[in-house]
């Protein structure tokens, strides 16, 4: 085998090698497009998810508030705030009504120590303890939304630092395998050129 023969040969490895590296360089930015298109489908999912939670939280809400809201208008006398009471405020001793006659019998089931509501003011203390009641739904559902909000905010931050390195070109690995592919190609073709040349 002659010199130029040798040469030929090592030149033709040298090409077959260049290619098979860019080749592999090709693979891993597939590759790596792929999975980032992948966690770009995740994060919307994930977004549409916490959306969809917000929403459920609204109607939540929005259903809550209308039961109170019926609660504190169909409640109107004295016997119904009793009867109502529990819906809406807990209390280690259940709410009364006592009657004129029951008040005036020596055994009262008024104890000393008792807090009596005037009838007059029944009516204002239950609408007080419904508003207490829609507050505490109104601030339950702004905490859970807040949250949901701040997630779906977190998953967006993500996303477009992703994006910026997708925009950029990839990682520092991913532009050096880049430029080194392209590197390659244009030695292949160099060396294929010459090649030809030499026959």
Partial sequence: MTTAHK????????LAVLLG?????????KVALARHEEQTKAN?????GLEDANDALAKQLKASLDG???????????REIVQ???????????????????????????????????????????????????????????????????AII???DKQIAEDQVVIKGGTKGQRFRTALKWGLIGAGIGVGAGLAVKH
């Fill in 7 to 14: 040469v030929t040969v090592g030149l033709a490895v040298l």
């Fill in 21 to 29: 590296i860019a080749g592999w360089a090709y693979v891993q930015d």
């Fill in 44 to 48: 919307g999912s994930a977004v549409k």
């Fill in 68 to 78: 109170l809201d019926r609660l504190r208008v169909g409640t109107t006398t004295t």
């Fill in 84 to 150: 109502a009471a529990p819906q809406v405020i807990t209390l280690p001793a259940p709410v009364r009504e006592v009657t004129k006659e029951q008040a005036a019998l020596p055994e009262s089931p008024v104890k000393q120590g008792d807090v009596i509501i005037p009838a007059e003011s029944a009516k204002a203390w239950f609408d007080a303890q419904v508003t207490c009641r829609e507050n505490a739904a109104k601030l339950d559902a702004c905490e859970k939304t807040a949250a949901n909000d701040a």
């Fill in 154 to 156: 977190a998953v967006k």
